[in-house]
């Protein structure tokens, strides 16, 4: 059973850090591209970040470029976004991703993890 785990998540303030991590287990962790997502409130959930399985290509949204870095360690099966500069705007739950294996499938979420900017 495919399982994705968050954690790290917390309250910081405007131009703080926090290093969010994804636990994987179920499947072969190093032969999938990963994703990091968010979603604010009354906002739609959006993709923040991505890391191939090798880990040598990584993509990011705008709105985070230069302040966020995404990696991982395939023997931990473990992905990290490290956060810093943190704005306000980056409030949201933050989940960890993965496609699924067939079209038509459920693709694997985490449960999130929370991540509150605020002064």
Known sequence: EVQLVESGGGLVQPGGSLTLSCAASGFTFSLYTMRWYRQAPGKEREQVAAISGDGDRATYADSVKGRFTVSRENVKRTMYLQM?????EDTAVYYC????DSVGAADYWGQGTQVTVSS
């Open 84 to 88: 810093n500069n943190l704005k306000v």
């Open 97 to 100: 991703h993965r496609y699924a």
